[in-house]
């Protein structure tokens, strides 16, 4: 696995800080993986953060924390 030290920018202002909004509207998004998409899909749940400095809503979905398909029922 390959680690970086990195900062996300707002997309609308260029700030650098953050908050988690909670609770978070239900959204939920599909990653298909294997050939044609062979393996079953895994489901991802966005994470909705807000910006400190300007309020815009930003999503991040996170790869690494989604469990295998088959983990899922």
Do not use: N, W
Request: aromatic fraction near 10%; include cysteine; glycine fraction near 10%.
């Amino acid at each position: 696995m390959l680690e970086a030290d990195f900062s996300i920018s707002c997309a609308q202002c260029g700030g650098q800080e953050f908050q988690e909004v909670f609770p978070v509207p239900a959204e939920t998004y599909c990653l298909y993986e294997g050939k044609g998409g062979s393996q079953p899909p895994r489901r991802l749940h966005a994470v909705v953060y807000a910006c400190l400095q300007c309020g815009h809503l930003e999503k991040f979905l996170d790869l690494e924390g989604a469990p295998p398909p088959e983990e899922e029922q």
